[in-house]
């Protein structure tokens, strides 16, 4: 059997075997494999580090869009930079939004996952809602004239073409990006493994926007510890929406989910001692 290797930090490592190579080779801009694994199904990776698997993506692509959905709960223009799985895509589409713009850098990403993991997107990138623009997502919110309730960071590690979606310049193009009440929430690894980065992001956040923070959520190939989705606002209120209230949007819109539900959407803001620590 062979072993693929993900190797982000010096002394820890993740393998999964390969049960069957589906994909593998070099887009414009990353080395791409996709490949089957007795567990998660479909995995792929990029650059040797494994970006979402069949069996897990729920976990990571539900959290990263139903909390600021429902808790900004009237998102009309949401923008999504990076993710070019589809799999956010999916999930945002799911809601009463008019358009969704997807900046995704590598239309590789975008390719060979609409070929190898097809049921990732479905049909979200031919929903008439949908804007897919090829391009540099640090360059688009430097430079566009739209504006977004709703912006999400779905990024690959800071290495590489994901390096410039952690800047302070970038995060600050995001504050302009956004409509009045509106909501950055961003990919920040794992705390246990990543603090630094994520120290940095909330850093960030705090001398920009009104409200910084970050929530948790468990995925099981993102291994080490519970993984930081970012958070920065201008309404500390949406923060704060309580249990009640999301249950009524939740219910209103009538999604069935695998991981979120109002109650761990509260919950998920609640911080254990060493994150606190780390982004007090
Ligand atoms: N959705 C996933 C998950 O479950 O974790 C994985 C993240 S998604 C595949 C990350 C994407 O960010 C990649 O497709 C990569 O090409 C894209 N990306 C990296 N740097 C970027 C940049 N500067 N602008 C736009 N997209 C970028």
Redesign the pocket.
Known sequence: MSWFVEQLHKHARQQLSIDEVLYEGRTD??DLIVFRNGTFGRV?A?DGAV??TEAD?FA??EMMSHVPLFAHGSAKDVLI?????G??LREVLRHPVERVTE????AG?VEATKRHMPFICGDAFEDPRTDLVI????RYVAETDNRFDVILV???DPV???E??FSRGFYADCKRCLKPGGVLVT?NGVPFMQGEELRKSVGHFRELFTDAACYLVSVPTYVNGDMALGWASLDPALRQVDAGTLRARYEAAGLKTRYYNPEIHVASFALPNYIKDLIR
Do not use: K
Request: proline share 3%.
């Open positions: 801009f990353q792929m990029l970006q979402l993506e990571y692509h930079i990076g993710g070019g799985d799999g956010l900046v995704e850098l590598d990403v391009g540099d997502g640090a779905d990024s690959t590489g073409p994901g410039v979606l990919q």
